[in-house]
């Protein structure tokens, strides 16, 4: 199976980042919540989880897509970009996000195709 992210660039960039931060790996661990160990595995080219990559990307400003190879560069579909939205949305609840996407989704594709 082919490599759908690129974890040797992933690495590298994040490693630029905690340079740039002046921070070790050890405070990197501390502010992201991976153990250092899985920081260190990652540098011999091991893949975090998916909860994993997502705080390293939060915390280094980086987007996934970078590291994906051929991702292409198309928006993606606006209702999952609504689903996203709503997902995000501070003012509501999970379950209120999920009974709106709900509400959403379908009313979208009933009316979709005129």
């Known amino acids: 199976m082919a490599e759908n992210f690129d974890m040797e660039a ?3 960039a994040l490693n630029a980042t905690r340079l740039s931060r002046q921070k070790t790996w050890k405070e990197v661990a501390q502010e992201t919540g991976i153990a250092a160990s899985t920081l260190s595995r990652m540098g011999q080219g091991a893949k975090p989880d998916v909860n994993g990559l997502a705080a390293l990307l939060k915390w280094s400003n ?14 993606a579909p606006p209702i999952a970009k609504l689903t996203a939205l709503l997902r995000a949305d501070p003012h509501l609840t999970p379950q209120n996000a999920k009974l709106m ?14």
């Open 10 to 12: 992933f690495y590298a």
């Open 62 to 75: 980086l987007k996934a897509e970078m590291f994906i190879p051929g991702a292409s560069k198309k928006d």
């Open 101 to 114: 996407e709900e509400i959403v989704v379908s009313t979208y594709n009933r009316l979709r195709d005129g």
